[in-house]
Each structure stands twice: as structure tokens, then as C-alpha cells.
């Protein structure tokens, strides 16, 4: 089991202009040296910077991998060119996994699944595709996700879940898809809404892992989202300290009570 940083749990601008407050390279050295095993890269963090393959290239001479490309890629049609940069970027970055939502339009299913196996093909055949069933989109609904993932191979096409929600909804997600379910997105909310760290529900963290020692899950965690995020005065020193407190949360609660047991 590996624990990832996602870049994008660092950036201020994440939704508001998407323009990089930061470049990634300048905080490779500190990641690594604080534990973590790899990054997930969100994809504007090259996409909206001055010289994204020059950027690319630099992280990957940093010897630190990319160990998830984060997209946003669309999978109608119409987004063929934002497909056709991410696999150049993944390629580039030689990414061993990618991320990815489809829309939310039922009529346009078949388009999404075409569309995903055309993007399949089109990446290096090592590379994993990591589909977030996000809220919102058409495969948020568990029967429209076991069809569209049905005749699609896993050690392939794989998924991701956020586990610190509901956890009826947690335990019913690895009931129905099991060992397809290779990667967690750690993000951790209170009753407001308000991102928290792992340690402030320490009972309700704890819980979930536990579900997932049941169904012996060993994947990758990515802290994804961590206290401050989107808060007022929120900053990079303060997201990152959280980031790794959050790390460790899981190293010393999950790692060291479960995964060296499985």
C-alpha cells in the first residue's frame, strides 16, 4: 500500500481560475522527504502552466513518480483533443494510473463507454484507468456502474471511492464491486461541510477502515482534500502540514493495525 499527495489538495485556485498558484517541482523534494510515496498529479497543475511539457519533463527528471494522472477529461465526443493531451501528458510523465469522471447524461452512455475504450487503447497498455464514480455523473447509480463496468476488465479499468461519508453507502460500494475497488480518495468533512482532518472523527475514520480491512483492501490512498480546504485565509504551508498529519493519521491507524496483517 502506497500513500499519495494530491497536488491538488494544495491548490488554492483548484476552483476558482485553475491557474497554478505553485509549481509541483518546487515541492517534490519536501514531499518525498516527508513520507509520501508518490503524487497525483492534477492535470492543470501541467495543462495551465507556462510550458507544460518543459514542467512535465522536469518532474519527471525529479525521480519522485506520478503515480496517478488526475483528469478532468470529458468523454463525449466532442472532448476527442482534451483525451488526446492527457494521453501525450501520461505518456510523458509515464503515469501508471489515470483518473477520470464521465458526464451525466444517460442518453449518452454508450458514447462515454466507446469513448473510454477508444482512450484506453490509446495509452500505454500498463496504464491503469481509475474511474472516481463521482456525484452527479451517470455512474454514481451502482446498477448504471455494474452494467457499464460489466464486460471491462479490472487490473484495468478500476475505481476509486471517498470513504468518509455514509457508511452504509462505504460497505455496499465494496459488496458490489469488490476487489475492482483498488484506490481511496481521503477527504474528510464535519456537519457543515467544512473539510477536517482524519484525527477530528477519529471514530468515523476508524470505522471505515475497518470496512475496508473486511474486504482486505490493501490499494493506494491519495489525500486528496484536508483541513482548510477552500476556508478563509487558506494557504499552501497550512494545507500541506495537514496533508501530512493526515498521512501519518492513516500510516499509524490503518497501515500499522491492518495492512501488515492482511
Not at 482512450?119 to 452494467?147: I, K, N, Q
Not at 480491512?213 to 485565509?233: L, N, V
Amino acid at each position: 500500500m502506497k500513500i499519495f499527495l494530491g497536488t491538488i489538495a494544495l491548490e488554492v485556485n483548484r476552483w476558482s481560475s485553475r491557474v497554478p498558484s505553485f509549481s509541483v517541482c518546487d515541492w517534490i523534494d519536501k514531499i518525498r522527504n516527508d513520507g509520501f510515496d508518490g503524487i497525483e498529479l492534477w492535470e492543470n497543475h501541467l495543462l495551465m502552466h507556462e510550458k507544460p511539457e518543459e514542467e512535465a519533463k522536469r518532474i519527471l527528471a525529479s525521480g519522485f513518480p506520478v503515480e496517478v494522472y488526475n483528469s478532468y477529461i470529458g468523454f463525449e465526443n466532442s472532448a476527442a483533443s482534451h483525451r488526446d493531451t492527457a494521453v501525450k501528458m501520461i505518456k510523458l510523465l509515464k503515469a501508471p494510473a489515470v483518473k477520470y469522471n464521465v458526464g451525466s447524461d444517460l442518453n449518452k452512455l454508450v458514447e462515454y463507454k466507446d469513448n473510454l475504450i477508444k482512450f484506453a487503447s490509446d495509452l500505454p497498455e500498463s496504464c491503469r484507468l481509475l474511474c472516481e464514480l463521482h456525484d452527479g455523473t451517470v455512474l454514481e447509480d451502482d446498477a448504471v456502474a455494474m452494467e457499464f463496468f460489466n464486460d471491462l476488465p479490472k487490473g484495468k479499468f478500476d475505481l476509486i471511492l471517498q470513504p468518509f461519508g455514509s457508511l452504509d453507502v462505504f460497505k455496499k460500494k465494496f459488496e458490489i464491486f469488490g476487489d475492482r475497488i483498488t484506490n481511496i480518495h481521503s477527504q474528510l468533512s464535519d456537519d457543515n461541510d467544512k473539510r477536517i482532518g482524519l484525527e477530528q472523527k477519529k471514530n468515523t475514520v476508524c470505522e471505515c477502515f475497518a470496512v475496508m480491512k473486511d474486504y482486505d483492501f490493501d490499494g493506494d490512498i491519495t489525500i486528496e482534500f484536508t483541513e482548510g480546504t477552500a476556508s478563509p485565509g487558506e494557504n499552501i504551508d497550512d494545507l500541506y502540514k495537514n496533508t501530512v498529519l493526515d498521512m501519518q493519521f492513516i500510516r499509524d491507524h490503518y497501515i500499522k493495525n491492518y495492512v501488515v496483517n492482511l
